[in-house]
């Protein structure tokens, strides 16, 4: 019988511009916590994600955490960069069109989600996949909340991720989940799966900021 996977769907390495953490401190902190996949989601940049597929002992998803001017989106499954500052739902489509699959990150948090009325957040949840129903970043549960309540009205697989800009922060949130082969059979593991979730302090985006100016200079 396959070991359930501990999978965190949402992490960042030092390809993104607010994160300076190695592939290898990501890789040894996952096998200290028993993550056995990741889906690597850096803003605007599939790279780390592709060295990590290549070098890590465990399962990757390659992903990308794009910016629209409505919002972010992440495509899993991808085999190309996405451009950032496309209309959201032009970045929907080119992530299916490669052959991937749509995840709306934190889409409730007031800072970092979406920016669109009802009516063309009507039209987006019908062309999407999933949605991010836990963010260890997002400083209010009631943003959860909100999105497992969408999730389920939508009849949506929900994702959970640490969304981590440091190595220490992965472990603490992850989706327990049947094991898959790929893309095809993925988005029925992950509606069988149960989110383990726990929220990063507040300090946490103290790292990102430092890591953001380091970058800049």
Aim: charged content about 25%; aromatic content about 6%.
């Amino acid at each position: 019988m396959n070991r359930p996977l501990k999978a965190d769907f949402h992490i960042h390495t030092r390809y993104s511009l607010d994160c300076n953490t190695p592939l290898e401190d990501i890789i040894k902190r996952c096998v200290e916590t028993g993550i056995n996949c990741l889906s690597v989601s850096d803003h605007d940049a599939i790279e780390g994600a592709l060295e990590m597929q290549r070098i890590a002992p465990f399962k990757v998803i390659v992903s990308e955490e794009i910016l629209t001017p409505q919002g972010e989106v992440i495509g899993m499954f991808l085999k190309e960069k996405i451009p950032a500052a496309l209309p959201i739902e032009e970045a929907v489509s080119r992530i299916r069109a490669q052959g991937g699959l749509a995840c709306i990150p934190h889409p409730f948090d007031t800072i970092r989600g979406l920016r669109i009325d009802g009516d063309r957040l009507a039209t987006l949840v019908r062309q999407i996949d999933m949605i991010e129903v836990f963010n260890a970043r997002s400083p209010l549960l009631r943003y959860a909340r909100k999105a497992q309540d969408f999730a389920r009205e939508h009849n949506l697989p929900g994702t959970a991720g640490s969304d981590s800009h440091t190595a220490r922060e992965i472990g603490s949130t992850y989706v327990e989940m049947p094991e898959f082969e790929g893309r095809d059979d993925f988005l029925q593991a992950l509606r069988n799966g149960k989110v383990h979730s726990r929220m990063a302090g507040p300090f946490v985006h103290f790292y990102s900021t430092l890591a953001k100016i380091k970058s800049l200079f």
